[in-house]
């Protein structure tokens, strides 16, 4: 049979433990004389008053996902160190005959404050922090998000000048008449279904895209392309990014996740978009055997999680030594045709069409 303490004995535990739970530092409750009892506390009430506090400082600091909530915390606890121990050492200097009445302080506030020290430590480090929770929200929203149209823009490391010739002399572009990732266009729909519109020196489209089933190449005077492999028909991309950014941005979001030191560095405007703040996150490449760029810039909705913008840094365009930046920016939300991922809606009724299949 189990028995429970004595309620009488319970009282002088409840009234120290709510004494620290219900005060604040600066609360003319909590500067007042420390509660006064006939008998010290015994070892056993003082365990099970540590246990207590044991118990709320842990659940406050699981409960604070904010850092500044955390940091704001460990402050206010530190000061409620301070004052106890002021308090202790005053009623100390007039009541030296009687110190055992203060070890249950001591060692209440020593235990919390280490509890909550490496709680904050401890939760800094985990995946559940600001910078991993906001990529967690990214990905669910591309996996629920519309259509989204999205401008890509090749720029200058250094200067931030447009480079839409993609390094090449004017003769070699209009010889090889290539097209340049500088102001092409990618339409997204969900995760699978893309359209990413590039263009030569003079113009001419060449289109790549996915229906989510099979994926296919538009050329200027050739045949359209199809194919069922999920490989076909992909994207020429810098060697920096080769393995890192795919089209629907889920692989790459949940790669920088794994490879990078993310940072969250606030809510701040972005170019062009001043009146409004996006959450921005700063991705330093980890040490190792990872390819990528070094550093790779991200906004993002603050609310919904929605891509903003990502901007590779240090890219190295096809025939071009000098590095680059390479920008997606979200242009619009508009709902695109329902049949808009097919090849279909963008050549000729009467265009010849090649369907390969899977080697």
């Not at 978009?273 to 055997?289: I, M, N, P, V």
């Amino acid at each position: 049979m189990t028995t429970k303490p004595d309620e009488s004995e319970n009282d002088p535990v409840d009234r120290l433990s709510n004494q620290w739970l219900d005060t604040e530092p600066g609360d003319s409750e909590f500067n007042e004389p420390a509660m006064d009892t006939s008998e010290p506390l015994d070892r056993e009430q003082l365990r099970r008053a540590a246990d207590v506090q044991l118990v709320h400082a842990m659940l406050m600091g699981l409960s604070e996902n904010r850092e500044d909530a955390r940091q704001r915390r460990l402050h206010r606890l530190m000061q409620s160190i301070a004052v106890d121990k002021a308090r202790m050492a005053g009623e100390e200097a007039t009541s030296p005959q009687r110190p055992h009445r203060y070890v249950g302080p001591a060692v209440r506030w020593g235990t919390a404050a280490m509890i909550m020290i490496s709680l904050t430590v401890l939760l800094i480090s985990l995946p559940s922090n600001k910078a991993m929770a906001t990529i967690d929200q990214m990905i669910s929203a591309i996996e629920n998000a519309g259509d989204r149209t999205y401008s890509v823009i090749v720029r200058d490391r250094n200067t931030g000048r447009r480079d839409r010739g993609g390094g090449r002399s004017a003769a070699e572009r209009s010889r090889q008449e290539r097209a340049v990732l500088d102001g092409a266009t990618l339409y997204l729909r969900g995760s699978g279904e893309y359209v990413l519109y590039r263009y030569t020196s003079s113009g001419q489209a060449v289109i790549n895209g996915s229906d989510g089933l099979t994926n296919w190449l538009i050329r200027p005077r050739r045949a359209v392309l199809v194919s069922n492999s999920p490989q076909a028909f992909r994207i020429p991309m810098p060697e920096e990014l080769a393995d890192l950014l795919a089209l629907d941005f889920i692989d790459t979001l949940r790669q920088i996740r794994e490879r990078y030191k993310i940072k969250y560095l606030g809510a701040v405007p972005v170019e062009r978009d001043q009146e409004r703040s996006w959450a921005y996150l700063h991705a330093t490449r980890r040490k190792g055997r990872f390819k990528g760029p070094r550093v790779i810039r991200i906004w993002a909705h603050p609310d919904t999680g929605l891509l903003r913008r990502i901007e590779f840094a240090d890219i190295r365009l096809q025939g071009d030594p000098e590095p680059k930046k390479l920008l997606l920016d979200l242009r619009d939300q508009h709902t695109l045709a329902e049949n808009w991922f097919t090849h279909a809606a963008h050549h000729a009724e009467d265009a010849e069409v090649d369907f390969l299949s899977e080697p």
